[in-house]
């Protein structure tokens, strides 16, 4: 099936910082979605994004089909922000396929 | 309103018990889903029925049994609980296919 690779694994930021979250996928994708769970365990789903460029307040997202990646921008951090980022990928069957995450800790 | 609601919240049971989570949306949608989180956050499908109709059923021991009754509901049933399967299992749904997904909030399951 096809691979998700989320990096950077854990990130750490002060308030008002910005940040970057890369997801790599091993093949061609059909739907790309971001989703934040954060620290009560709620899934909040962020953009529905295979290719292009969304914004959506201080989030952005950006996927780049062709090369296989897709780009989560977090700009001015507020602690809210904190929680685990999800990139979840599909380009066959049914069902998305998950990353394994990145935990964001957002510090006042 | 919450547009996808699982019950309970929490479930606390025996190792051989049978237990079931509920799920409900109100948002319309034609495809729901089951998905399984693990004591390290990954997040898989379990099941995805599409108008009632089963359309994914991944490697799920079948001791998991989903149903279905109408399009807004979908139940998930657990025969002989195992402490393995100890995880919180989330409920989902889409108006289609593919599309943008929504979750519940999620059941937190507890095998002693």
């Known amino acids: 099936g096809i691979q998700v690779e989320q990096s950077p694994p854990d990130l750490i930021l002060q308030e008002g910082a910005n940040s970057t979250l890369r997801c790599n996928f091993s093949?061609?994708?059909?739907?790309l979605q971001w989703f934040h769970q954060n620290p009560w365990g709620q899934l909040i789903n962020l953009f529905y994004?295979?290719?292009g460029t969304k914004q959506n307040g201080r989030l952005s997202a950006t996927t780049v089909a062709t090369e296989r990646y897709s780009l989560l921008y977090i700009s001015s951090s507020q602690t809210t922000d904190s929680g685990v980022y999800f990139c979840a990928v599909r380009n066959s069957g049914y069902a998305l396929n998950f990353g394994k995450g990145t935990s964001l800790l957002v510090t006042p | 309103d919450t547009a996808v609601s699982q019950t309970p919240k929490y479930l606390v049971t025996q190792m051989g018990n049978d237990k079931s989570i509920k799920c409900e949306q109100n948002?319309?949608?034609?495809?729901m889903y089951w998905y399984k989180q693990d004591s390290k956050k990954f997040l898989k499908i379990m099941f995805s029925?599409?108008?009632?109709?089963?359309?994914i059923n991944e490697t799920v021991p079948n001791r998991f049994s989903p149903k279905s009754p109408d399009k807004a509901h979908l139940n998930l049933h657990i025969n002989s609980l195992e402490l393995g399967d100890s995880a919180v299992y989330f409920c989902a749904s889409s108006a289609d296919l593919g599309e943008k997904l929504f979750f519940g909030s999620g059941t937190q399951l507890s095998v002693l």
């Open positions: 994004i295979p290719s």
């Open positions: 093949d061609s994708v059909n739907n």
């Open positions: 948002l319309g949608h034609d495809t």
């Open positions: 029925y599409n108008n009632k109709e089963l359309i």
